[in-house]
């Protein structure tokens, strides 16, 4: 089974919006990540975040992360029409080697 | 991205075929991952590489998947008697160490018919 569930499955918003998508995940993690795909093909990292910190900043994205609640939020602000695109998050788990293991994605469409 | 560089890009095949997709990453990253994704669909996870051997395999679907590592570099992933369910995009990625990002490749196109 999947690590990591991201909510919702899909979005749709209009550009200049913030988008907010979530991931919860079941174990221990050592950290999470975020990954934006375009076009069903490879993925991109967007930012991660390690377990003993909550909150984490790049451009127009900020992360948070609860470990109490196994959850993180991804929030796109200002957004574009380029954000288009999937955003998965990824858990690796704390112990032992690392296996980053994914979640199902949330599709975002931001509409010009 | 980033040096990861997956062959074919594309594969077409007939069902009943062996296959083999190959993973070409930069040097210097001993975690090597393989997933399959189904269209529309999120990244199921194959198996891991550590240096040259593989402590997961967890996600291989069936002894049809088999996958090696040689020289903590160049992975190969093969599919015997190929069936129209294993098309899918496969990708591998790779990373340094924990707390390390994932670099992907653009995935092979595998289609079955």
């Known amino acids: 089974s999947q690590q990591g569930e991201e909510d919702p499955q899909a979005l749709s918003i209009q550009e200049g919006e913030n988008a907010t998508m979530n991931c919860s995940y079941k174990?221990?993690?050592?950290?999470l990540q975020w990954y934006r795909q375009n076009s069903g093909r490879g993925l991109v990292h967007l930012i991660l975040?390690?377990?003993?910190?909550r909150e984490k900043h790049s451009g127009r994205l900020r992360v948070t992360l609860d470990t109490s609640k196994k959850s993180s939020s991804l929030l796109i602000t200002a957004s574009r029409a380029a954000d288009t695109a999937s955003y998965f998050c990824?858990?690796?788990?704390?112990?032992?080697?690392?296996?980053?293991?994914f979640g199902t994605g949330t599709k975002l469409q931001v509409i010009p | 991205g980033a040096g990861v560089s997956q062959s074919p890009s594309n594969k077409v095949t007939e069902k009943g075929k062996d296959v083999e997709l190959r993973c070409d990453p930069i040097?210097?990253?001993?975690?090597l991952y393989w997933y399959r994704q189904s269209l529309g669909q999120g990244l199921e996870f194959l198996i891991y590489?550590?240096?040259?051997?593989?402590?997961?395999k967890s996600g291989l679907p069936s002894d049809r998947f088999s996958a090696e590592r040689t020289g903590g570099s160049v992975s190969t992933l093969t599919i015997q008697r190929t069936q129209q369910e294993d098309s899918a995009v496969y990708l591998c990625?790779?990373?340094?160490?924990?707390?390390?990002?994932?670099?992907f490749g653009q995935g092979t196109r595998l289609t079955v018919v």
């Open positions: 990824a858990t690796a788990r704390s112990g032992g080697y690392q296996k980053v293991t």
């Open positions: 174990t221990s993690i050592n950290n």
């Open positions: 975040i390690r377990s003993n910190e």
């Open positions: 040097s210097g990253h001993t975690a």
């Open positions: 590489f550590q240096g040259n051997s593989a402590p997961d």
């Open positions: 990625a790779v990373s340094g160490s924990q707390n390390t990002e994932a670099f």
